[in-house]
């Protein structure tokens, strides 16, 4: 019986246990979360039904990417980059909105961020370039040539309606340079150009953004209530309307943190919510399925959940969150390391880093250690084709720990 599911359920150990562990947070966490989405839909089911069954996609999905060889991966890469290019395009020009942002594709039913593809797809080709340009001291100079032609247009193309995500894949991309042993003199002056960057970036927000002043109903507002709200602006305004809501957040995190007297549960809601679930939470938590805060806090079962997470399970479970995504990096880079090849070394990395740099994100924005950015909590967040797709990188990861696992027994 044993050696029937071993023979599912292969790969890295590790990352089995670190994925399982996940998913079962992401069902508790998410059904106490949604108090709001079953009080308006009145049903209490569905919900979560939905949920599990993503999940249960999800691994189904994870199951079939880890039985995927390694080398057909390569084979992918040139059509995932077409679909991710189109896709950009596209939500850029007839994308569907959720707020000011348009995110989302909605296709056949099925609404989902292209960003979410092209993720997987710019790391996917990253370590395709590292591998084939390793030499005896390091990579080659002309991969970081290479690379960043085929990570700047991707990340443009993201930050225009998604900056956080853009930056977030930039930082893994420089990760996996800096991993693939890329001469650190060309990184040091990517660094310096990304600084420069990022002063000129901000001080344009700051000169040509307009602060928003936050309407209390605005932020209640269901993803479905939010979707395709009648919006008058010029072809210019359309292409920069991002630069209000990013000189929005950079003020708000600017400013010297309010007294509890003096914070305005209106203005500020999901930071006040977020903080007073976290301080309330005590060294245990409230229990799960016992947060107060989670009917207050706008996308309590996305973006700030793990401000749920340590309301419910406290300090000790926000540590052992915490704990799990450090285990996922570690052993990431263990199946790296026993890699024969370079391609699947890089890709175990690049995957990791994805999901844990996304991960670290989260975290900061809920415990108040960096502006609201809208980043999901990978595999615990509520989510459709995003919890998908990271279950199929984690498909990935445990497909490249298989077949480096096989290479190390039969040395």
Known sequence: MNKKIGNIFKGDKGIWMVFFFLCMISIVEVFSASSGLTYKSQNYVGPIAYHTFTIIVGVVVALG???????YFKLLTPFLMFISLITLLWVLLA??????????????????????????????????ILAAMQRENGADKKAFKWILWITIPACILIGLENLS??????????LMMFVGLVPVKQLGKLA????????????MVMLVGTEIKDDPESSKLTKTE????PKKKSSVEKLFHRADTWKSRILKFGKPKPTPQEY?????????????????SNIVGKGPGQSTE???LSQAFSDFIFAIVIEELGLVGAMFVVFLYIILLYRCARIASRCENNFPAFLAMGLG??????ATFNMMVAVGLAPVTGQPLPLISKGGTSTIINCAYIGAILSVSRTAKAKRETI
């Open 226 to 229: 939010q979707i395709d709200q």
């Open 294 to 296: 989670r009917d207050f």
């Open 65 to 71: 990417t880890l039985n995927i060889p390694c080398r």
């Open 353 to 358: 880093l994805l999901l844990v740099i996304q």
């Open 95 to 128: 994308g569907t909105k959720v707020g000011d942002a348009g995110r989302w594709i909605n296709l056949f039913g099925f609404t989902f961020q292209p960003s979410e593809i092209a993720k997987g797809t710019i790391v996917l080709a990253v370590a395709q």
């Open 264 to 280: 305005d549960l209106d203005k500020d809601a999901q930071v006040a919510h977020a903080n007073i679930a976290i301080v309330s």
């Open 192 to 203: 310096g150009v990304i600084i420069f960057m990022a002063v000129f970036a901000v001080s």
């Open 165 to 174: 995500t853009a930056a977030m894949l930039f930082a893994v991309v420089f």
